[in-house]
C-alpha cells in the first residue's frame, strides 16, 4: 500500500506554515501563508484548505496521498471536539476548529494548543530526542508552554495545563501580563519582557553599556542585542541575563520538582541565545531543583525551530491512526 502524508499545520497570528511529513517525521514539502484575521479571523480555514489543494495539484498528488490534518492553534484548545476555546489575536472565542477545517478539506482533523505541538515536535525529532516525560518552554513574544508525561501531552481539565508562562515569579509590583495577572514569567522571560527589563535597567542606572549607545543610535533594542551584548561581557548586559535567567530557573525547576521530567527543553526565538542562556538558567536550575531531580532532568535548548509545530501537529496524525 502506497505510504500517505502526514499535514502540519502551525497557525501563528501573522503566519500559516504547513507541511506534508512522511510517516516517519521527515519534511517533504513546507510552505506558509500569512494568517487573515480580518472579520474575527473567519477567512483561515478556506485559507488552509486552498493551500493544501494548491501544494498538491503543484506536487500531482490528490488528496488521497493525505492522511489527516494536525494544527496548532494559538489559546487552549479542547482536544477532544477541536474547539479553540479563546484565541484573543484571531478574535476566536469557542471557536469549532477541527469541525470547519474538516468540512473545508475532507480529512480527518486533529487540533491543539501550539506550545503543546511544538512540544511533541521537539520529543519526536528534535532535542526530546525521544524522552517520554517532558516539558518544551517556548520563549517567544509571550512564553508558551507543553507537558509531556509517558508520550501524551497533559491537557487538564479545560486545556489549560502548561501554561508555564503565567506562573507568578514576582507577587508584588510585578509588570502586568496581556493574562490580566501580575508577575508572570511571561513579563521577565519573553522577548518583550526582556527588552522591558533592560529599558528599566538603563533608565534607572548611568552604567556605561553598549546597550545604551545602540538605544541611542537605534532608538530601540532587541532581545537578542542583549544577549549578544552578554557574550561580549558588558557588564548590563550581564546583570539583565543573570536576572532573566534567575526567574526562568526558579521557575523550570518548580515545574521540574513537580513533574520531574527526563528533559526540559528551551525553544521559540529567545532560545536562539543557546549556551550564554542555558548555562546560567543551569545554575539557578540547579539551585532550586530537589537533588534527585537536578540529577535526572537535563536542561536542553530546542533544535527544530521553526518547524516543531508542524511536525508535532504530523506527529497528532500518526498518534491518531495508530490508535484507531
Known amino acids: 500500500m502506497e505510504e500517505k502524508w502526514l499535514v502540519g499545520v502551525d497557525l501563528g497570528g501573522t503566519t500559516i506554515k504547513l507541511a506534508f511529513i512522511t510517516m516517519y517525521g521527515e519534511i517533504l514539502h513546507k510552505w506558509e501563508i500569512p494568517t487573515n484575521i480580518s472579520e474575527q479571523g473567519k477567512h483561515i480555514t478556506l485559507d488552509i484548505a486552498k493551500a493544501i489543494d494548491f501544494k498538491l495539484e503543484e506536487l500531482g498528488e490528490t488528496k488521497s496521498k493525505l492522511a489527516g490534518i494536525g ?37 480527518p482533523v486533529i487540533v491543539d494548543n501550539d506550545a503543546n505541538i511544538a512540544a511533541l515536535g521537539e520529543m519526536w525529532k ?12 517556548t520563549l517567544g513574544t509571550g512564553v508558551g508552554g507543553g507537558v509531556i508525561a509517558n508520550g ?80 561580549t561581557g558588558d557588564v548590563l548586559a550581564v546583570r539583565i ?48 531543583t530537589f537533588v534527585r531531580v537536578a540529577k535526572s532532568t537535563k536542561l536542553a535548548i530546542a533544535t527544530l525551530g521553526n518547524d516543531a509545530g508542524v511536525i508535532g501537529g504530523a506527529w497528532m496524525v500518526k498518534a491518531m491512526i495508530n490508535k484507531n
Not at 528534535?126 to 518552554?137: I, P, Q, R, T
Not at 501524551?152 to 509590583?173: C, D, F, M, Q, Y
Not at 502586568?176 to 514569567?185: D, I, S
Open 71 to 107: 494544527m496548532g492553534a494559538p489559546g487552549p484548545v479542547n482536544v477532544v471536539t477541536g474547539l479553540v476555546y479563546e484565541a484573543v489575536n484571531l478574535g476566536w472565542k469557542d471557536y469549532p476548529l477541527k469541525d470547519l477545517l474538516e468540512v473545508e478539506t475532507g480529512l
Open 126 to 137: 528534535g532535542a526530546g530526542d525521544g524522552a517520554k516525560d517532558l516539558v518544551c518552554v
Open 152 to 231: 501524551e501531552i497533559i491537557h487538564g481539565v479545560s486545556g489549560a495545563a502548561g501554561e508555564i508562562g503565567h506562573l507568578t515569579v514576582i507577587p508584588e509590583n510585578g509588570a502586568p501580563c496581556n493574562c490580566g495577572k501580575t508577575g508572570c514569567l511571561e513579563t521577565v522571560a519573553s522577548a518583550t519582557g526582556i527588552v522591558r527589563i533592560a529599558l528599566e535597567e538603563l533608565n534607572s542606572t548611568k552604567d556605561g553599556s553598549v546597550l545604551r549607545q545602540m538605544k541611542e543610535e537605534q532608538g530601540a533594542i532587541t532581545a537578542k542585542d542583549i544577549f549578544d551584548a552578554a557574550r
Open 241 to 288: 541575563l543573570d536576572k532573566v535567567a534567575f526567574y526562568l530557573g526558579l521557575s523550570i525547576a518548580n515545574v521540574s520538582n513537580a513533574l520531574n521530567p527526563e528533559k526540559v527543553v528551551i525553544g521559540g526565538g529567545v532560545s536562539k541565545a543557546g549556551d550564554v542562556l542555558l548555562g546560567a538558567v543551569q545554575r539557578y536550575f540547579e539551585q532550586f
